[in-house]
């Protein structure tokens, strides 16, 4: 055999290895993202799809939640408020009553011929640590309001006048 024909056997063989482990990092039909969430009272999801599912009929009324082995008849620990639906996007914004509510959820998507669950997991919400008053956990970064005028600062009711530098009771 010359060597041309061995590189282009080799050049095809290589070729023929580069689809078969393109086609092996395929997406999947639907995605959810988040897959880990924060336990807050309002949370947003997003499901995109590759193009295999059309999400635009989707509806406040075809999304439901429920525990990963919970039965089925039981209260969801979400309910969705807000639906944005496009063919392959679908962003969910769901509040959660139970703030304590943690561990792997599902979410039930209502095609009409057929219903989609979806994993992720609901873990407690993030505390700034060591973040006390006046401060603040904002973003998970522990905020300071800004300095006060008056010295010493004022407890509620009163407020700072900080032309006069004093605190005063609101009008």
Request: with cysteine; hydrophobic share 40%.
């Amino acid at each position: 055999m010359s060597v041309n024909a061995r590189i282009r056997r080799a050049g095809l063989f290589a070729l023929a290895l580069l689809s078969l482990a393109g086609a092996a990092q395929a997406q999947p039909p639907l995605v959810i993202e988040p897959k880990v969430l924060e336990n807050e009272s309002t949370v947003t999801i997003t499901v995109t799809s590759n193009g295999a599912f059309d999400l635009s009929g989707i509806t406040r009324q075809k999304i439901g939640f429920r525990q990963f082995f919970q039965e089925r008849f039981e209260q969801s620990v979400l309910f969705p408020a807000k639906v944005d639906a496009t063919a392959s996007r679908l962003t969910v914004t769901a509040n959660i009553p139970n703030r304590r509510q943690q561990g792997e959820q599902l979410m039930n998507i209502d095609f009409g011929d057929m219903i989609v669950s979806l994993k992720f997991t609901l873990a407690p919400p993030f505390v700034c640590p060591n973040c006390r008053p006046p401060g603040a956990c904002v973003n998970k970064v522990c905020v300071f309001p800004p300095p006060s005028k008056c010295n010493p600062r004022c407890r509620p009711p009163r407020i700072c006048n900080e032309e006069l530098k004093r605190c005063e009771i609101p009008k």
